[in-house]
């Protein structure tokens, strides 16, 4: 089904998509229905696949900070948020994705939903706002359940995990620096109990080792070229203006030719 060259595409896309305040797999979703003509649950389960590789990256690139949470007791606040955290995403996103396997959407009517994801990811980025600058040793089980249930719908194609949870710990009073390091904290676990899951629940059928491995390893040797890099840029971009236009542009299409009657 995938050429090598677009699985080689697809992860070099993941490794410098991920790090940014937009949706990643909204954009993979976009590409492989619309170009491809992929079924789109299909592209759902690559997309998880393929943050695999960019997990990984993150895992590497935080191992140090990932060290220091599990071993000093200064930091078991910031770990208990990301246990429970994990937890809550992982029951959000299982119910989410039974429902869009049950739901079985065409690549037009996905085309709508993520355009509009993306249009109201841009927004909640907008409408945010640092207040009094905390630390991660602040953060509160509490927190760990409302930013795990946020976290969760980014298994909607179109909703950026990491912008829309750094935007809610801006809200709740991080700094831009700090609220993107604990994103990209909750990130690891969450992205590899996503693929171990997805592996219990569907197997490997619908994508041969080979092909996986190679797709996997590429996002994860672009995510360790870039992430250093993208992470200061997505301190100074305003990233929410161009989720918008994304999302306005996905959108376009269908309206102008009347693809699909809204």
Known sequence: ???????????????????????SSGILMLLMTQLLGVESFETL???????????????????KEAKRILLRKTEQNLLTY?????????????????????????????TVLIGFALIFNGIIQKSTHAKN??????????????IGLVQ???????????????????????SASEALRISFLMSIPVIFTSAIGLALIRGFSELSFEPMVLTVLVSFVSGIFSIGTLLRVARKVQFWLFC????????TPLLLYG????
């Open 244 to 251: 918008i236009i994304l999302g306005v542009l996905a959108l």
């Open 152 to 174: 969760g719908l980014s298994i909607i194609p179109g909703i950026s995990r990491s912008g829309i949870t750094t935007s809610i710990l801006v809200f709740k009073g991080f």
């Open 1 to 23: 089904m995938y050429s090598e060259t677009m699985l080689i595409i697809l992860g070099a896309i993941q490794g410098v998509v991920e790090w940014l305040p937009i949706s």
């Open 45 to 63: 389960n690559l997309s998880i696949f393929l943050h695999i590789g960019t997990g990984a990256a993150a895992l590497v690139y935080f191992n």
């Open 82 to 110: 990301l246990i429970v955290s994990t937890i809550v995403t992982g029951a959000v996103g299982l119910c989410l994705y039974l429902l869009f396997n049950e739901i079985d959407m065409h690549g037009e009517y996905l």
């Open 259 to 262: 693809i699909v009657d809204l």
């Open 133 to 146: 600058l905390r630390d991660s040793r602040s953060l509160t089980c509490r927190e760990g359940i409302l």
